[in-house]
């Protein structure tokens, strides 16, 4: 992943979690030790973050790292893969097959909620 996208999506993932919690860029500045514009160059992906800024912010929205972090690399598609395969292992064939068509479903949804939302 191009290191400038990787550092847009970390910012972008900063504001939508900062917003979700009712917190303004001065509160999050506030609570992380940072200015109002670091945080502001950071959800707009100006700059680089640096890892004790993005500790200071993962500490100030009460969270944990990696729901920052890209989560579209091989090792993390590799544990989700394993964590599926894990959660249908103790289930009949027909539980598996209802969970699998489930699933289409869901991921249907999403697309075409994707799809709504790009038009």
Known sequence: MDEQVMIKQIGQKIRKIRVAKGMTQNDL???????????????????NIRITTFVRIVEALQISADELLPADTKSV??????????????????EKQAIIEI?????????????????
Do not use: M, W
């Open 77 to 94: 598609n590799k544990i989700y893969s394993n964590e599926f395969s894990n959660l249908l292992s103790d289930c009949s064939p027909d």
């Open 29 to 47: 500045a506030f609570a992380a030790h940072i200015s109002s514009a670091n945080v502001s160059d950071i959800e707009l992906g100006k700059t």
């Open 103 to 119: 699933v289409r479903q869901i991921k249907k949804a999403f697309h075409s909620n994707k799809e709504k939302s790009d038009s």
